[in-house]
């Protein structure tokens, strides 16, 4: 029986079929346990058959479609448990501890955190590269979505309506296993650590726009 669903967001233009390949390789290489691998897309040409391929429910756009996973059962799920992952993230280590993270609803903590004194509201905010959840555990989130913005939402992306609105609702993933680029001021050449499962890449640079070192040989 399958314990997982992984699932990634591809719409539109931005990134191409060769994205949700590689996370699909990334996660192959760095979880044991049984899985299903789903993506939520307009357009499945170019993506690995192993892939399974499902419409955007709703018709939400951009990063609106991230809402989909917190009806009562998104499409293509079949599991309690759900992991998604942005196409820009780089898989450095096993994921299975962090799968078992103990929370109904938990994101990696959105940076830069050191703008902000500790313990702070802002300081607590997620960041939806990454989402740990359990299917329909935060189905009141969909419900007051479709109230107050309706499947048009507009004004301020996924993570900030959720910060905005059910932050204590939020657990964050352990700093230790999850990372970002830019605000951890990491370096291609400096390998993130051993406690390291995955780096977000959000704004730039990009995973792909490097060759050599840690990102490149993980990158694949």
């Known amino acids: 029986m399958k314990a997982l669903t992984v699932c990634c967001l591809k719409q539109g233009t931005k990134y191409g079929p060769e994205r949700v390949n590689v ?6 290489r760095n979880l044991s346990l049984h899985y299903d691998f789903i993506c939520h897309t307009d357009d499945d040409s170019g993506i ?5 391929c499902y419409p955007i429910e709703h018709g939400l756009t951009g990063w609106w479609g991230k809402m ?55 300081s607590r905010h997620g960041n939806s590269s990454i989402i740990l ?4 555990r935060m189905v009141h989130i969909w419900k007051y979505f479709l109230i107050a913005l309706g499947v048009n939402g507009t004004g301020v992306s996924q993570q ?6 059910f932050q204590r609702d939020v657990d ?3 700093d230790a296993m999850c990372r970002s680029y830019k605000m951890h001021q990491m370096n291609p050449h400096d390998a993130p650590g051993e406690n390291c499962r995955v780096v977000m890449f959000h704004g730039k640079p990009k ?9 490149a040989e993980n990158y694949r």
């Open 23 to 28: 996370l699909y390789n990334m996660v192959s």
């Open 48 to 52: 690995n058959p192993v892939v399974e």
């Open 68 to 122: 989909n996973l917190y009806q009562e059962r998104p499409l293509g799920v079949e599991t309690e448990r759900i992991l998604f992952l942005d196409l820009d993230v780089v898989i450095t280590g096993s994921l299975d501890d962090l799968v078992r993270f103990p929370s109904h609803h938990a994101m990696i903590r959105d940076y830069p955190v050191g703008m902000y004194p500790p313990q702070t509201e802002k």
């Open 133 to 136: 959840m359990t299917r329909g």
């Open 160 to 165: 900030g309506f959720i910060n905005r609105n």
């Open 172 to 174: 964050l993933l352990q």
């Open 207 to 215: 995973p792909w726009d490097f060759k050599a070192g840690w990102i």
